[in-house]
């Protein structure tokens, strides 16, 4: 009938399948990125495939993305598709004590109700947006930039316009620092197509063979010259962050030793290293456990360093009933875990170096939280660290870790915990940024240099669970203002980490149902993680984070280094003190 009333219009067509004669456009929902490739590679299939939903935006999601948009980019017949969805939809409410609150399903005593499942949005429902919406931007971004051998390609993939009325221009960064930007002088490039530089004679060559840095990054960006009705003059449409080839090999890293020597005692189950009144380590012979901390007589760290698993669940997480990665989670008792010191010993003391080895056991806990008895059957987890302690104050801290158990799902994270005091609320870090990023979500993040409070590191997701991250950190410091406080990057061949650091417990973020109901911690927890899961995105009612951002249950090490830091000491010089020439 609708094609006899209109025979012009192309019809879209999904409620009697997505691929019938119906439909002029193959148009599936929620299908993933290796289906619609097959779709689109079929010799008897001429129509475009166009997914009428897809990427769940639901709570701290959106990742995988990428993927989808890679394979758009480069096959023809994938023209795209559309986010479910565009705003979180919720009202605001007066809640009980008469505070506003952001109101969904059940909050207006309607039932049955579908929950929190109206909250899928790339913005908050007052239209603030939420992270993902950065890679939403990247990834559509119409002007794509690529680095392949000596080529710099800058394409156009717009079908009408051309980049008159845009203004290029270039920024370079070395160890995350900017060395210099300039305009980039382009000749119009027409739609679909691109202009080709050879990156060795860009304006930035000079500055990248000058520079002594390890690692070089090459922002292309593109904004507008005029305003539109949509945007004001001076919008940036496109920006793309390329990696230059390094200047020498990149070695693992590596602590230059001095003679300074420090003071070790032990009193009864205390460990004790100090270097005169500029830091002090206060370490539990029991349990292996810092106790404290001490930058300049002031205490910076006040628990840790624990190993860590378990990640507050998100929307994600629990999509799938009892196949959720959070059901496979809890059943594994990884919700749970509490670490049993098997031992902890004094290896090597001299008189600038003191090794401490400490062995835990992760098993899961007893009834109401409670430590259960010494039992290596239940065990889940076998973690061995070595302290290495230096006379410069610096900490090295291997890790190994070795699941015990041979059912173990897909783990959220393997990394390390420690609290340091609510003073040391200050961020700066190297790595992807400034706003929060995944594994599989951080394409439009660029690495550089970023700082921030703690408080502004948190991501008010309406219902929270693991949330604040930020990506491939090579570096990151931890200070109060006056400036005392404490480093940590990578070390030895170990990858960059992903980093977070909140007032609220991962506990916390667990428990709440609400973003109203969250109480912050009496300290900052910090994670700095080998390896943490990917968020997923494809749907949030089955588990589908990509076989390539999963953790599988088998051994890792790693290592880390952390660092006394006072205001005379930098992230950077630290980082840079470690590199081999």
């Known amino acids: 009938w609708i094609r006899g009333r209109d025979p012009s219009r192309v019809l879209h067509y999904e409620g009697g399948g997505s691929r019938t004669s119906s439909t002029d456009i193959v148009c599936p929902m929620y299908m993933r990125v290796w289906d619609i490739l097959k779709i689109a590679k079929d010799p008897s299939e001429t129509r475009p495939v166009i997914l009428c939903e897809y990427s769940h935006a639901m709570g701290n999601s959106s990742g995988n993305l990428h993927e989808y948009w890679e394979a758009i980019d480069s096959t023809f017949g994938l023209q795209g598709g559309f986010i479910?969805?565009?705003?979180?939809?919720?009202?605001?409410?007066?809640?009980?004590?008469?505070?506003?609150?952001?109101?969904?399903?059940?909050?207006?005593?309607?039932?049955?109700?579908?929950?929190?499942?109206?909250?899928?949005?790339?913005?908050?429902?007052?239209?603030?947006?939420?992270?993902?919406?950065?890679?939403?931007?990247?990834?559509?971004?119409?002007i794509k930039v690529s680095l392949k051998d000596r080529t710099l390609k800058i394409t156009n993939t717009h079908f009408y316009k051309t980049t008159q009325g845009l203004e290029f221009s270039w920024a370079a960064?070395?160890?995350?620092?900017?060395?210099?930007?300039?305009?980039?002088?382009?000749?119009?490039?027409?739609?679909q197509s691109s202009f080709d530089i050879e990156w060795q004679s860009g304006p930035w060559y000079s500055l990248w063979a000058s520079s002594f840095a390890e690692e070089f990054f090459l922002t292309i960006s593109a904004k507008l010259l005029h305003p539109t009705r949509w945007v004001e003059a001076g919008h940036v449409i496109s920006s793309t962050q390329v990696q230059l080839p390094a200047k020498r090999e990149i070695v693992p890293h590596v602590i230059k030793t001095t003679d300074a020597t420090f003071h070790g005692e032990i009193h009864g189950d205390k460990i004790r290293v100090s270097q005169h009144n500029l830091w002090e380590i206060e370490l539990n012979a029991q349990t292996g456990i810092i106790e404290s901390w001490k930058v300049e007589g002031v205490t910076v760290m006040n628990k840790g360093i624990f190993p860590s698993f378990w990640r507050a669940p998100t929307d994600n997480d629990k999509g799938g009933g009892a196949e959720s990665y959070f059901s496979k989670w809890k059943a594994a008792h990884i919700d749970s875990l509490v670490y049993i010191t098997e031992n902890c010993s004094l290896q090597n003391k001299t008189d600038n170096l003191v090794e401490i080895g400490v062995g835990f056991i992760a098993v899961p806990s007893g009834e109401k939280g409670s430590v259960p008895k010494f039992d290596k059957s239940n065990a889940l987890f076998k973690i061995d660290m070595t302290y290495r302690i230096y006379g410069s104050g610096d900490v090295i801290v291997e890790c190994n870790v070795k699941p015990t158990s041979s059912n173990l799902p897909p783990l959220?994270?393997?990394?390390?915990?420690?609290?340091?005091?609510?003073?040391?609320?200050?961020i700066k870090w190297y790595g992807r940024g400034p706003f929060e990023c995944y594994p599989d979500r951080k394409a439009a993040a660029h690495v550089g240099v970023y700082e921030q409070k703690v408080g502004d590191m948190h991501v008010p997701y309406i219902v929270p669970g693991e949330c604040s991250g930020r990506a491939d950190v090579r570096w990151v410091t931890f200070q109060r203002k006056d400036g005392c406080g404490i480093y940590a990057s990578i070390y030895d061949n170990s990858p960059p980490m992903q980093m977070s650091a909140s007032y609220y417990t991962t506990v916390e973020l667990d428990r709440a149902i609400r973003i109203e109901e969250l109480i912050k911690g009496e300290d900052i927890e910090v994670h700095l993680d080998h390896k943490h899961m990917g968020l997923g995105g494809d749907d949030s009612w089955s588990p589908c984070v990509h076989d390539n951002y999963l953790i599988p249950a088998v051994p890792y090490s790693f290592s880390i280094r952390l660092s006394p830091i006072t205001r005379a000491t930098s992230g950077h010089d630290v980082y840079k003190s470690q590199l081999q020439n």
Not at 175 to 185: I, K, M, Q, R
Request: charged share 25%; proline share 9%.
């Open 84 to 142: 479910w969805d565009w705003v979180d939809q919720a009202l605001l409410k007066d809640n009980a004590d008469g505070r506003k609150q952001w109101a969904y399903g059940g909050d207006f005593g309607d039932i049955p109700n579908d929950l929190n499942f109206c909250m899928n949005g790339l913005t908050w429902p007052d239209r603030t947006p939420h992270p993902a919406l950065h890679e939403v931007k990247y990834l559509h971004q119409p």
């Open 173 to 191: 960064h070395g160890d995350g620092f900017e060395l210099g930007t300039g305009v980039l002088s382009l000749p119009s490039i027409g739609p």
């Open 412 to 426: 959220p994270r393997v990394g390390l915990e420690f609290h340091l005091e609510k003073s040391v609320d200050q």
